[in-house]
């Protein structure tokens, strides 16, 4: 079983930047995805913001294309999002994942807030 921590969220202005990082408890081998949904609203579905395989193919939502960056440290089974040029439509609950095929982890969320 793998757990996952995350740090980083927080209230930041609009045009400002926070750093998201989720440290695996165990190694995770470079073939399994890892990185983020966010969930805008209670009621809302979660949906993917970034992810990385193998350290270099990254996808990100066209939402956040251009704005925020994912990296991956495979040595120390941790996965970061930077985050920049905030905006309020960023404003979500952020979950850090790790998958492979069928198989899937979640942390258990970190708040980001960003004001007008």
């Known amino acids: 079983q793998v757990q996952l921590a995350e740090s980083g969220g927080g209230l930041v202005q609009a045009g400002g930047s926070l750093r998201l990082s989720c440290a695996a408890s165990?190694?995770?081998?470079?073939?399994?995805?890892m990185g983020w949904y966010r969930r805008q609203s209670p009621g809302q579905q979660r949906e993917l913001v970034a992810s990385i395989r193998s350290g270099r193919d990254a996808n990100y939502a066209d939402s956040v294309q251009g704005r925020f960056i994912i990296s991956r440290d495979n040595a120390k089974n941790t996965v970061v999002l930077q985050m920049n040029s905030l905006e309020p439509e960023d404003t979500a609950v952020y979950y850090c994942f790790v998958s492979y095929y069928d198989e899937r982890y979640w942390g258990q969320g970190t708040q980001v807030t960003v004001s007008p």
């Open positions: 165990t190694t995770i081998p470079s073939m399994y995805t």
